[in-house]
């Protein structure tokens, strides 16, 4: 019964900013590892930034210095601030999160939400 919903998509303009958010909800026992990953027309999905527990973060090469990915642990909440956006980060958006649910067997799971539409565009 856990579930991910992502906000914050719609149309920007290149040079824009925009910042995703995505809130776990349902019975949680812990979160681990927080990500977001975006899949553009014609392609597979791909890693966009992943945090870490500790907070130690990694990103794809093409949104280094523009993208910065943070979480709430208090809200269930990731987030992803896009920065100097241009026409190839257009994509759907998909959190991602590592969760030990508190009902059914209860071990670490990957939960995905449903994306968000990004799309670059003057």
């Known amino acids: 019964q856990v579930q991910l919903v992502e906000s914050g998509g719609g149309l920007v303009q290149p040079g824009g900013s925009l910042r995703l958010s995505c809130v776990a909800s349902?019975?949680?026992?812990?979160?681990?590892?927080m990500g977001w990953y975006r899949q553009a027309p014609g392609k597979q999905r791909e890693l966009v930034a992943r945090i870490t527990t500790g907070a130690n973060t990694n990103y794809a090469d093409s949104v280094k210095g523009r993208f910065t990915i943070s979480r709430d642990n208090a809200k269930n909440t990731v987030y992803l601030q896009m920065n100097s956006l241009n026409p190839d980060d257009t994509a759907v958006y998909y959190c991602?999160?590592?969760?030990?649910?508190?009902?059914?067997?209860?071990?670490?799971?990957?939960?995905w939400g449903q994306g968000t539409l990004v799309p670059v565009s003057s």
């Open positions: 991602e999160a590592d969760i030990a649910p508190d009902s059914g067997l209860g071990y670490l799971n990957a939960y």
């Open positions: 349902g019975k949680i026992l812990s979160i681990s590892d």
